[in-house]
């Protein structure tokens, strides 16, 4: 501050120098911002904090910004700076005026200072204002932490059905061209656990369970990094692919998840039946799931432990 002071009003007597004046108070001030600043760094990569910014970033479904919003963002910045800027000048010469009115000489040292001091208010109001924001945006993160987890599903931590059916829209809408977004495909999977009722009847619930999380986390595996997983309930789930994927790869993760879930108990094999329909951009959420679902129906009719791929 006072290196900038120097700069702009060296006839006021300030210079770099003044920046290295320091006394005890200074000295005190300095080790509680170090010490403030040590603690925050510990606190926010500690594993709560990490978590928490994982689960917030997965939470904005890969919300992006556009350029146009990039820009209107640089153009409010600029606007408020502009009316801060204003401000200080404008309350600076309504001092001096009124200094004028009660009769007070205001010198051109005195007018420099009450600049200065104009200039530091705005700056210490600046700071409280960014603090303000910070916490305010930290509450509201948290309470969409909060949201965000209770839409998930408890027992095998992938996405309940209301949370996947908004990313599954969102996948419909955040597309910026709209004649790319009609030439994209995408896939669309129903997975079902063939004999689950069984499973639970003769090995238990907790058994059961095991298999369901066991399952969740063969698909989160495979397909999180092209989509999202959803349990839809009981012992069906969901999968909606809308990063690029040949036919040919689909089938090679499928192949894989099978092969993977057939060992997940060693008293019996695990096997799924799986609807997979390949749609184009945008496609209403009643056409995926009616579809879909007319897929997984063909692959239980062939005997199940098998997938069936249905094209638009």
């Known amino acids: 501050m006072y290196g900038v002071m120097g700069i702009l009003f060296p006839e006021s007597g300030f210079n770099y120098k003044s920046s290295f004046r320091w006394g005890v108070n200074d000295y005190a001030i300095a080790a509680i911002c170090i010490l403030a600043v040590i ?3 510990i606190i926010y990569h500690s594993s709560f904090v990490t978590h928490y910014k994982n689960v917030i ?3 904005e479904l890969r919300q992006h910004w556009s350029v146009k919003m990039k820009i209107s963002l640089f153009i409010i910045i600029i606007f408020v700076f502009c009316i801060a800027a204003f401000s200080t000048i404008y309350f600076a010469s309504q001092t001096e005026y009124m200094f004028g009115v009660y009769g007070i000489k205001v010198t051109k ?6 600049l200065h001091l104009q200039v530091q208010f705005l700056a210490a109001m600046i700071s409280l204002n960014f603090i303000l924001i910070v916490i305010i945006l930290m509450i509201y993160n948290y309470m969409k932490h909060r949201e965000y987890m209770g839409e998930m599903d408890a027992l095998t931590n992938v996405m309940g059905r209301r949370l996947f059916l908004n990313y599954c829209t969102k996948c419909q809408n955040d597309r910026d061209d709209i004649d790319n ?13 063939d004999w689950f009722k069984q499973i639970n009847d003769t090995l238990g619930h907790t058994v059961g369970d095991e298999t369901l999380k066991q399952i969740a986390e063969s698909l989160k595996n495979i397909f999180s990094s092209y989509g999202a997983v959803d349990r839809v309930g009981g012992d069906e789930f969901a999968v909606i692919i809308n990063e690029k994927m040949t036919k040919e790869q689909l089938e090679e993760q499928l192949k894989k998840f099978l092969l993977d879930i057939s060992t997940i108990l060693p008293e019996r094999t695990v096997s799924c039946s799986i609807g997979v329909y390949h749609f184009g951009f945008p496609k209403s959420q009643k056409e995926l799931l009616t579809r879909t679902d007319d897929a997984l129906y063909k692959a239980k009719e062939k005997g199940r432990a098998c997938y069936v791929i249905l094209d638009e």
């Open 39 to 41: 603690l925050s760094d």
């Open 181 to 193: 977004k009609s030439k994209r495909k995408g896939w669309f999977l129903f997975i079902d656990i």
């Open 109 to 114: 040292k005195i007018a420099q200072d009450i």
């Open 57 to 59: 970033n997965d939470s």
